[in-house]
């Protein structure tokens, strides 16, 4: 139970990572960080947490 919180977590941070790299890269900057940074990290948790929400429906 407690890994699907984290897993659900990562794939929302990640999420949100990605959706506000990529309005960052296209000329809207939501954060002040740069949009590569925040693209990049928002595929990683996202990436992540899709792995652990598969691991955890295996088992």
């Not at 949100?16 to 790299?21: S, V, Y």
């Not at 990049?40 to 899709?50: E, K, N, R, T, Y």
Request: no cysteine.
């Amino acid at each position: 139970m407690t890994i699907k919180i984290i897993a659900i977590s990562l794939v929302l941070i990640g999420f949100l990572g990605l959706t506000f790299g990529v309005l960052g890269i296209f000329g809207m900057p939501i954060i002040s960080l740069n949009g590569w940074a925040m693209t990049i990290l928002g595929f990683i948790f996202f990436v992540s947490g899709m792995g652990l929400l598969k691991r955890q429906a295996d088992s």
